[in-house]
């Protein structure tokens, strides 16, 4: 097999590059916010940083659709429609919202003011709006563009709030204009660039794609993953108590970093290329793309994270830097570790049964093991049982890989054998036609 050039090996470190300077832009300053604000206004402030999290995966599968239609699009024009179309109904859905939530603030029930809510959720809003242009753009191959724009999104947005919150003495609500500046800057200028690139031309013809822009399956598969993510904490923190939480809330973020960070960027170079492979029907080539994607989730993801997990009570403490509760977390990580570096091979049939739209399995197969897991979960917070938690969870991410497998199985009997798929694809010549890579 050739070897990549050094040219067509830049993409992929790019994304990759990206990713390692959101994680560190995030480690440097959120201690910077923690002592320029009081603890109860930074305790709200990072509530709304989780809520951005929940929020980019509750777009309504907005994300989903456009990373599935956007690939094997060669008309500029119906590559616009599918993101304004999805434009249109990200603003319908935050303008009930708005709404919504401004009602409860003025009655009350929230405990905050009605100017905090509304920019919460104008916050919201640009920031899901921002991660469809994103996912956009990875879609369309653009990496270099995308990885600025994942950067410079979360430099500007905690670069504002930084300084508002030093010249106003700390306030939430100078913290969300700062974030409401900085994703709006970045939004125009990321959204101005697509446009532009995907400009109808005088032969692109004025037909759109026919599917909507979102449909209840792919609502019911977001709503089950982000829950399944995040109410471990607030079941938690509820049923056993906020001291606990601590330490899981550290070692699971710190147990997400063989998917969040080691596996996401070689699945985003992917993704657009595999995708365009199965929708065109390029059999041989999508297969070349599902064996190179498992061998490189197994180098990069799998692998570094079994081995993370094994030295974590050597990794947490410098981490932690000296803290009472690293060796509860060092425990918790080795036990989540191996099923989250597992679980990353998920990313490999997820793209099969986004291209073939089988929505439907995705949201039964999410729903089942989320309800599964959180039961679980419900069920041992009330005994306490922290260590029987992250079992849990490691097995929650292996059963969804594996189910995922399976399913994928079903529709092509050839995708669960990747590695006969590679012996297969050895034996033939390759051709010098470009297009069997499925390149835009």
């Keep these: 097999m050739k070897l990549p050039s050094t040219r067509q090996l830049m993409p992929i470190a790019a994304l990759y590059s990206g990713r390692v300077g959101v994680a560190a832009l995030g480690l440097i300053i959120l201690p910077w916010l923690s002592k320029s604000m009081p603890a109860a206004e930074f305790g709200l402030a990072a509530t709304i940083l989780s809520l951005q999290s929940l929020a980019v995966v509750l777009d309504l599968g907005l994300a989903m659709t456009a990373s599935r239609e956007l690939p094997p ?16 109904v990200l603003f319908l859905l935050y303008f009930g919202i708005a709404g919504a939530s401004g009602t409860l603030a003025a009655a009350g029930f929230i405990p905050v003011t009605l100017p905090i809510v509304l920019l919460t959720c104008i916050s919201l809003l640009l920031i899901v709006w921002q991660n469809i242009i994103l996912v956009a753009l990875i879609s369309r191959q653009r990496f270099f563009i995308s990885t600025s724009v994942q950067f410079l999104s979360l430099f500007l947005r905690h670069c504002f709030s930084l ?13 969300i204009i700062g974030q409401v500046i900085g994703a709006a800057i970045v939004l125009i200028v990321s959204r101005q660039i697509f446009m532009r690139r995907h400009k109808p031309t005088n032969h692109s013809p004025k037909s759109v794609p026919s599917h909507s822009a979102t449909n209840l399956a792919m609502m019911a598969y977001s709503i089950a993953g982000a829950c399944a993510m995040q109410l471990d904490k607030v079941l938690l923190s509820g049923l056993a108590s906020p001291a606990l939480t601590g330490p899981y809330f550290l070692a699971s973020t710190l147990s997400l970093v063989p998917i969040a960070f080691l596996a996401t960027p070689v699945a985003q170079f992917v993704q657009p290329k595999l995708i365009a492979c199965i929708v065109r029907d390029q059999r041989d080539a999508a297969q070349r793309w599902i064996l190179r994607l498992t061998i490189a989730l197994i180098a990069l993801s799998v692998i570094p994270g079994i081995l993370l997990g094994i030295a974590s009570p050597s990794i947490v403490p410098v981490w932690l830097q000296g803290s009472a509760d690293q060796d509860v977390v060092s425990s918790y990580v080795f036990l989540l570790m191996p099923g989250t570096s597992l679980g990353a091979l998920g990313l490999v049939p997820a793209m099969v049964l986004i291209a073939k739209r089988d929505y439907r399995a995705l949201a039964a197969m999410s729903c089942v093991l989320t309800i599964a897991v959180l039961s679980t979960t419900a069920f041992l917070a009330a005994k306490n049982d922290i260590r029987g938690i992250c079992i ?48 835009n």
């Design 73 to 88: 699009l060669d008309d500029t024009h119906a590559a616009q429609t599918v993101v304004k179309r999805s434009e249109r």
């Design 163 to 175: 300084a508002l919150v030093t010249l106003t003495s700390g306030t939430l609500q100078s913290f």
């Design 392 to 439: 849990a969870y490691a097995l929650y991410h292996v059963l969804a890989a594996i189910a995922l497998w399976w399913r994928a199985g079903q529709i092509d009997a050839s995708f669960p054998k990747p590695f006969v798929i590679g012996a297969y694809v050895a034996k033939r010549r390759r051709q010098p036609d470009a297009g069997n890579e499925c390149q």
